[in-house]
């Protein structure tokens, strides 16, 4: 008998949108329901190309916006072989940002297409759920101040919310939109119910290809 695979579901958003809350939560829910599952991010900061990269994210150094963005994409590359052994072994991976978020934030640079942003990423696992947290920027103001972090100001949030929703129109890939407005608990349950789903149809199909 075959061994089912594990899930791999992504949660996307713009900052404060409740990315990490509920990757966390969703985690918890599945472990307490008898599934294994496990949390990652990206980026993955402990690595030496995620070193470079918080680096980088804390304005302790600055990289060329081409170099940096290919950095993002060879911190996901280089996790592909444990993603796939832990979801070939039955692990769901609950995942707060991936390359969407690359694509999102770079392109929300001046003269960065789309289509460049995402060549690197083709051939990723492909997430078989992407949620996508949605909150207006004013309602994201309200959950407090922005850090001090690269990218943390209201005005390029704005762009990358744009870009997002430009994203959101391939079909090639499995988006819903999750109202984030609503309480932390709410939230949770109309997460769960998308995942129920998920968790049901994937399990018996070969982990597919990103953007390919
Ligand atoms: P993200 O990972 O998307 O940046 P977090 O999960 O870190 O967001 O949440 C940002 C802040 O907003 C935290 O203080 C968190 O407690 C709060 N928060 C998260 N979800 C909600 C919600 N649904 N309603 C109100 N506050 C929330
Ligand atoms: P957090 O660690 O707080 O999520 O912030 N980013 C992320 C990119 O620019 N490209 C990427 O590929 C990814 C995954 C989003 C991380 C910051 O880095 C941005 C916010």
Redesign the pocket.
């Known amino acids: 008998m075959s061994c089912r695979r594990g899930a791999l579901i992504v949660l996307e958003g713009v900052?404060k949108a409740g990315k990490t809350t509920q990757c966390k939560k969703l985690v918890h829910a599945l472990q307490q329901s008898g599934r294994a599952a496990e949390m990652m991010?990206?980026?993955d900061r402990t690595t030496q190309i995620g070193q470079l990269i918080s680096s980088y994210?804390e304005k302790k150094s600055n990289l060329e916006d081409h170099t940096i963005h290919l950095l993002?994409?060879a911190n996901r590359w280089e996790l592909v072989p444990l993603m796939k052994k832990k979801l070939e072994q039955g692990i769901t991976l609950v995942v707060?940002?991936?390359?969407f978020?690359?694509v999102a934030?770079?392109s929300a640079k001046p003269d960065f297409s789309l289509e460049w942003c995402k060549c690197p990423d083709v051939g990723l696992p492909k997430p078989d759920l992407v949620m996508f947290l949605q909150l207006n920027p004013s309602v994201a103001a309200e959950r407090g101040e922005f850090g001090t972090?690269r990218?943390e100001t209201s005005t390029f949030q704005r762009t990358v919310q744009q870009r997002f929703e430009q994203l959101m129109k391939d079909p090639s890939v499995n988006w819903k939109v999750i109202d984030a407005t609503k309480s932390i608990e709410v939230v949770h349950n109309d997460i769960k119910v998308l995942c129920e789903n998920t968790l049901n149809t994937c399990e018996n199909l070969p982990i597919g290809e990103l953007w390919k």
């Open positions: 900052d991010r990206f980026p994210l993002f994409s707060d940002r991936y390359a978020s690359g934030f770079t972090e990218y």
